[in-house]
Structure formats: structure tokens, C-alpha cells
């Protein structure tokens, strides 16, 4: 059988090649002789057809570094661990970025350098918790504090996903509404723009957008079509996303959800930093560079500034009014018990709570809010229409020969 394999030259320099031979074991036995180490040994496969590959999903992420930090825990050595997870059946993209995580810590990289080489899309604090781990020698704790952290973030994600389904399916079936009316129901009404020549402002707004529609079907997709493809390209740009979420925050209650919802997230990832043993500095700086709101993140920064002059963080939360009362206690007795971390994970666990009930809210003024705006839409055209044939009714009732 035919192996590839990569290795290191007295030089410190990198060789690849091919090789026939029975096992991986064989190989490496070859290369040790000629006074090379062996990085890598795998089975030789021929170059596949270029194939579609669906997109790496963050559940994925989890659960393979779920099975990591459950190895580690288990005993299992770092590289063989490593190793184990790039021979799964994971994800092709997880599978390339485990076999170069094992390729570096052969060369002799530390964990978290390998990881950050692999350009995973892992939070900033994933790698700060791995390399604290490495360095009090709490590897498999911290990755599996990690792990939990991405846990809960993507637990948050899907509930806000799922609970916004329902108005979005609501919005877009309304949207679909109206332009069939437009297209469907109102250009069979399009003789009426040259039978009254005096028709209200309303009824020919709505039967000349219905005639435009009508002749235009292709021209108002494509339209359409750009302007979606338009806000997606947005959506997915970091600047746009972080100008729309600072303006939604300014709203009265969404305002108030994404405070929530940011505050419940930093207060985990500080629970998640503590326990690992991050230093309280680092773990403040760390976990304020996750919230999304401007204004959250400029207050939890003067917070941080008051506790590097030395203000307690408790103290330096309520002064900068970072948190509710409840809050601040919470802190406080974290502070004074030495059970910090602790009160950090209650803490996020009281927002979610709060950002849920919140979200709630939210969305009982969004559902009504979208059936009066899209009964609006379709009560307007409905009106167009009948004023619209009343002028002609009135007109033909008042010519010569008319009843």
C-alpha cells in the first residue's frame, strides 16, 4: 500500500513524499534510519473530482471538540487525541484542520498555536481558555469550559432563530400576497385607466402599479432578486451587521433585549474564563470583545479601566450602571466568598432568563404588528380598486344616455 508521508530533515526542513509499504509504522521505521522525524503518515488517495461541499455548520464544531476535550479527559494523550479526530468521520473541513493540528504539535507548536493555524471559526475566547489550560496544565478542563461556552452561544442563536420563524414566514407570506394581488388581481382591472380619465389619486396609484407589475414581471424580480442578494452581501459584512444591531439597540424594547441578551453572554464567558483560571483582567477584556452592542461594550470598558486603577468589580459595574441591583450582589458575593466564577455563571443565567421573557415580548408586538401592516397593504389596494370602479360607475351614469 501506497502512504504519504511528511518529515523533518536534520536542517529543519520539511520533506514530502510517497512511499510503498505494508503499514504507517513501516514508513516511520524507514524514515527514522535515514535520521528524519516523522510529522505525518497517511494512506496515499487520489486526487477527487472537484465536488460541491455544503458549509461547515458551528454544531459540527462543537461536537467534535466535545469528543476532544472528552478523550483528554479520559487519558488519552494530546496527539493521539488529535489524531483519533482526524481520522472521523467529521466534516472534511474538520478533518484538514485536525490532520494540520497534529502536523504542528509533531513539529513541537503548543496546542493553542495549532488551532489558531487551522483558521477554524472558533471564538477569540476559545483560544484564550486553551491556552490557560495549557499553561496550569487544566488542558482538558478548560476545553471542556470551551466547549459549554460555544454550547450556550449556540443555544441562544437557535432560540432567537426559532423564535423569529414564525414572523419571518408571516412577513414573506404577506410580501407574496400583496404582489399577486398586484400582478394577478389588479391588471384585470387596467381597462379602467382609459375609461375615467379623472380617477382619485389612490385608485390610479394602484391600478398603474398593478399595469407596471403586470409588464414588468421579469424587470420587478430581477429587482427583487438584487436587492436580496444586496442584503445578504451586507448581513454577512461585520461593519454593516454591528451599524444594525447598535441601531436596533437604541429602540425602545429591542433595545432592552439585546442588552440582555449581550450581558447574559459576557457573563457566561467571565464564568467560563474564571473557572479556567484566566486572569480577571484578561478574562474582562476577552469577554467584553464578545458584545455586540456599542454602547454595552463602552460601559463594560470603563469598567475595566476603573478595576485595573484598582475599584472593586463590583464597585466598578454599579458606578458605570453596567447591571440591574440583583446583579451587582451577585458580584458582590462572588467577590467577598471567593466563588466569582460561580456568581458570573448565575448571573447569565438570570439575564437569559430576562432576555427570554424579554424576546417574548418582542415578538407579541411584532406577529400583530406585521398581520396590521400587511392587512394595510392589501385594505389599500382593495380600496384603489373599488374607488376605481365607482368613478366609472359615476361617469357612465352621468353621460348622455346614461340611466
Request: hydrophobic letters at 50%.
Amino acid at each position: 500500500m501506497e502512504y504519504d508521508y511528511e518529515a523533518i530533515d536534520g536542517d529543519g526542513q520539511t520533506l514530502n513524499g510517497s512511499q510503498e509499504a505494508e503499514s504507517p509504522a513501516d514508513i516511520v521505521r524507514r524514515l527514522s534510519r535515514d535520521g528524519l522525524t516523522v510529522v505525518g503518515v497517511r494512506e496515499h488517495r487520489q486526487p477527487a473530482l472537484p465536488t460541491f461541499q455544503r458549509r461547515l455548520r458551528s454544531r459540527e464544531i462543537i461536537v467534535a471538540f466535545r469528543e476532544l476535550a472528552t478523550l483528554l479527559g479520559a487519558g488519552v494523550s494530546l496527539a493521539d487525541a488529535v489524531r483519533a479526530q482526524s481520522r472521523s468521520g467529521h466534516h472534511p473541513a474538520l478533518i484538514a484542520a485536525f490532520d494540520g493540528i497534529g502536523r504542528d504539535l509533531m513539529r513541537g507548536d503548543s496546542f493553542q498555536n495549532a488551532m489558531r493555524a487551522s483558521d477554524l471559526p472558533l471564538p477569540d475566547y476559545v483560544h484564550q481558555l486553551v491556552e490557560a489550560g495549557e499553561l496550569s496544565g487544566r488542558l482538558p478542563q478548560s476545553l471542556r469550559e470551551a466547549v459549554e461556552q460555544m454550547e450556550y452561544d449556540e443555544r441562544v442563536a437557535a432560540d432567537t432563530r426559532s423564535a423569529l420563524a414564525y414572523p419571518a414566514v408571516l412577513v414573506v407570506s404577506g410580501i407574496v400576497a400583496v404582489m399577486l394581488v398586484f400582478v394577478v388581481v389588479v391588471p384585470k382591472f387596467k381597462d379602467l385607466l382609459n375609461e375615467a380619465n379623472d380617477l382619485p389619486l389612490l385608485a390610479w396609484a394602484v391600478l398603474a402599479s398593478g399595469v407596471w407589475f403586470n409588464d414588468n414581471a421579469w424587470l420587478a424580480a430581477g429587482i427583487a432578486v438584487a436587492l436580496a442578494l444586496a442584503g445578504g452581501t451586507a448581513w454577512r459584512n461585520d461593519g454593516v451587521r454591528a451599524r444594525l444591531v447598535n441601531g436596533a439597540a437604541r429602540l425602545p424594547i429591542v433595545g432592552d433585549w439585546y442588552a440582555e441578551t449581550d450581558t447574559a453572554k459576557w457573563a457566561s464567558v467571565m464564568g467560563a474564563m474564571l473557572t479556567a483560571r484566566v486572569d480577571l483582567m484578561d478574562a474582562l477584556a476577552l469577554a467584553a470583545r464578545g458584545v455586540r452592542v456599542m454602547r454595552r461594550r463602552s460601559v463594560l470598558g470603563q469598567a475595566v479601566a476603573d478595576v485595573k486603577s484598582g475599584v472593586a468589580l463590583s464597585d466598578a459595574l454599579e458606578k458605570q450602571n453596567a447591571l440591574t441591583p440583583t446583579g451587582y450582589g451577585l458580584v458582590r458575593v462572588g467577590e467577598q466568598s471567593g466563588q466569582l466564577a460561580e456568581m458570573m455563571r448565575a448571573l447569565a443565567t438570570l439575564y437569559q432568563e430576562n432576555s427570554a421573557r424579554r424576546m417574548k415580548r418582542v415578538l407579541a408586538l411584532v406577529e400583530p404588528l406585521a398581520i396590521l401592516l400587511i392587512g394595510g397593504v392589501l385594505g389599500t389596494i382593495m380600496v384603489g380598486l373599488i374607488l376605481a370602479i365607482m368613478s366609472v360607475n359615476e361617469l357612465g351614469s352621468l353621460a348622455p344616455g346614461g340611466p
